[in-house]
Antibody, heavy 121, light 107 residues
Framework: EVQLVESGGGLVQPGRSLRLSCAAS????????MHWVRQAPGKGLEWVSSIGWNSGSIGYADSVKGRFTISRDNAKTSLYLQMNSLSAEDTAFYYC??????????????WGKGTTVTVSS | EIVLTQSPGTLSLSPGERAFLSCRAS???????LAWYQQKPGQAPRLLIY???SRATGIPDKFSGSGSGTDFTLTISRLEPEDFAVYYC????????FGGGTKVEIK
């Protein structure tokens, strides 16, 4: 079964850091680009970041550029999101998603259940 | 950045009716790289349509996508109780952006 399982979310104070992880299984991880998408409470979907199959291509939304870093470990079939200088605006449900293929910017055919990040003092 | 505007924000319909959801882009993008997703409360989004009109694996043919250039439409031919949800469009022709969503609610 194709599966993505996020972890690492929680309550964090403004200005602090948090690292999200996504464990992938059931497919050949290194063949696919991957993404992080977030959803603030009661709001719509917002693309956060994408990484190519070999980490050679990376993209960020302007709202997180310079603060968030996406990475992956193909040997561990895992995706990560290092989030620094967090603010209340980063409070959201964070989804790990799979690109349908190796293209950096593509549609997302598999979604994890997500993990909650709450930034509050 | 390509901005996607979805309308209406909320669509109130009865089971059995047909739904038309609109997604308009601020500029055209390559090859109709547009997808549609369905999200039910408490669940992750699910891919319905890609390439503007191709149904994803396992998606029933009551869902259809159309359009090109800057104007796209998701049509649900006969609404069933499980179709009442929020629908998002997403373009992947120039970076990635999502529309604001259309909620389809029971009238």
């Amino acid at each position: 079964e194709v599966q993505l399982v996020e972890s690492g979310g929680g309550l964090v104070q403004p200005g602090r850091s948090l690292r999200l992880s996504c464990a992938a299984s059931g497919f050949t991880f290194h063949n696919y680009a991957m993404h992080w998408v977030r959803q603030a409470p009661g709001k719509g979907l917002e693309w956060v970041s994408s990484i190519g199959w070999n980490s050679g291509s990376i993209g960020y939304a302007d709202s997180v550029k310079g603060r968030f870093t996406i990475s992956r470990d193909n040997a561990k079939t895992s995706l990560y999101l290092q989030m620094n200088s967090l603010s209340a605006e980063d409070t959201a449900f964070y989804y790990c998603t799979r690109s349908n293929g190796g293209y950096l910017f593509y549609y997302m055919d598999v979604w994890g259940k997500g993990t909650t990040v709450t930034v509050s003092s | 950045e390509i901005v996607l505007t979805q309308s209406p924000g909320t669509l109130s319909l009865s089971p059995g009716e047909r739904a038309f959801l609109s997604c308009r882009a601020s500029q055209s993008f390559d090859s109709n790289y547009l997808a549609w997703y369905q999200q039910k409360p408490g669940q992750a989004p699910r891919l319905l349509i890609y390439g503007a009109s191709s149904r994803a694996t396992g998606i029933p043919d009551k869902f259809s996508g159309s359009g090109s250039g800057t104007d796209f439409t998701l049509t649900i031919s006969r609404l069933e109780p499980e179709d009442f949800a929020v629908y998002y469009c997403q373009q992947y022709g120039s970076s990635l952006t999502f529309g604001g969503g259309t909620k389809v609610e029971i009238k």
